[in-house]
């Protein structure tokens, strides 16, 4: 099994190395230009004037609008109708006081809904709420700042059916909001502590079930969502879990390593390694869209992997403009194009085909 890991690092070193410098020059010019390396291309970007620190970036369910998480700077708002020019608002949604780690969006009951999770101010953070239907000029906060003392949230997953809605916490592992949807403001749930593990990343299936966390150095936590008590923990060859992600019976880990780990879920509390692709850089994010994965892989940009045979995954191409790959969305029935979050280089956009 672990046999591959070693073909597949010699020829993906290889291969970013030659597209790195390849791609350098390009990543200089205009945002409109375009950069293809093999079947991925970079169409367009956006640069921060005044400092923003983008974190994380969600199309809406339309594929009509983009929304980024800006830390301080709270939420900026993109019109992406046309997917390679990003039309920013002028107005963000801010946050009072508290910066904006991450962002989910849901349509619930014919309504769209962003949630924003809040790091730490004052030593409390927490959750807030906004009605996007109307889209960012019409976004009303439905439930004020729910706050809670000792949390910075990372990541969320929303269990629509309940209204829970499950956090990767820094500091309290998983963190739980419930009584949404937001008729009432809603309220703080119970905390599940990872032994002592920060909550980095999380995901589920949509029977909503088993939830499965990145712990950093605790690498994967598999969790039952009704008991809350941990059926497995992936802690080898795993060494710093930065995220994961679910696609039916598969669960995909990206490693802070350099590599992407590869298991069977099909009985979560016995998960099953099936192969490994090695990436370089630190992979920090994820996104699976049926058999393709692509994956925001720091300094090594972003990357594309076929993962028809999990047991070996194939490169499908691979972007490496200049910054680093934080978090990535990959909206379906958006011809091919997706988004990046870059730190304090901004948005970029790609197209894969």
Same mark, same amino acid.
């Given at each position: 099994? %672990? ?13 970013? /190395? *030659? ?29 921060? +004037? ?6 994380? @970036?969600? /199309? ?5 609008? *983009? ?7 709270? #939420? ?7 997917? $390679? ?7 963000? *949604?801010?946050? +009072? ?5 991450? #962002? ?11 949630? /924003? ?14 009605? #996007? ?37 820094? &500091? ?7 009584? &949404?949807?937001? *008729? ?12 002592? %593990? ?8 949509? +029977?909503?079930?088993?939830?499965? @966390?990145? /712990? ?10 009704? $008991? ?5 923990? !992936?802690? $080898? ?6 995220? @994961?992600?679910?696609?039916?019976? +598969? ?13 069977? #879920? ?80 901004? !948005? ?6």
């Amino acid at each position: 099994m %672990h046999t591959l890991v070693g073909r597949n690092s010699i020829a993906i070193a290889i291969f970013l /190395a *030659l597209l790195s410098a390849s791609c350098s020059a390009v990543a200089q010019t205009a945002s409109s230009s375009a950069s293809t390396v093999s079947n991925l291309t970079l169409v367009s970007s956006w640069t921060p +004037t005044s400092g923003q620190y983008i974190r994380d @970036v969600v /199309a809406d369910g339309n594929n009509a609008y *983009l929304y980024a998480a800006a830390g301080y700077n709270g #939420i900026l708002c993109f019109q992406i109708s046309n997917s $390679s020019n990003l039309i920013q608002f002028a107005t963000n *949604l801010v946050i +009072t006081n508290y910066p904006v780690n991450d #962002i989910l969006i849901k349509e619930i009951n014919s309504r769209e809904y962003l949630f /924003a999770v809040l790091g730490t101010y004052n030593g409390m953070g927490g959750i807030a709420i906004y009605d #996007i239907t109307a889209g960012p000029a019409g976004a009303v906060l439905t439930n004020g700042t729910n706050t809670v003392a000792g949390v910075s949230g990372n990541s969320a997953y929303m269990n629509a059916s309940t209204g829970l809605i499950y956090v990767a916490d820094e &500091f309290m592992g998983i963190q739980i909001y419930t009584n &949404f949807p937001v *008729l009432a403001p809603i309220s703080n749930g119970p905390a599940m502590p990872l032994n002592g %593990h920060s909550g980095i990343g999380i995901d589920s299936l949509g +029977t909503y079930a088993v939830l499965y @966390v990145a /712990a950093a150095d605790g690498g994967v936590y598999i969790v039952n969502s009704s $008991s809350m008590t941990v059926l497995a923990q !992936i802690s $080898s060859p795993v060494s710093i879990a930065n995220s @994961v992600r679910v696609n039916q019976n +598969t669960l995909a880990v990206a490693d802070q390593s350099g590599y992407i780990w590869f298991y069977n #879920i099909a009985i979560p509390s016995n998960p099953q390694m099936l192969g490994s692709y090695f990436i370089g850089g630190q992979p920090t994010d994820i996104a699976i869209n049926g058999s393709d994965v692509f994956v925001a892989a720091g300094s090594q940009g972003v990357v594309w992997i076929d993962i028809t045979s999990t047991s070996v995954p194939v490169l499908k191409g691979a972007s490496v403009p200049s910054g680093r790959a934080l978090k990535l969305n990959v909206p379906t029935g958006n011809g091919g194009y997706f988004y990046a979050a870059y730190g304090l280089d901004g !948005i970029r956009v790609f197209q894969y085909q």
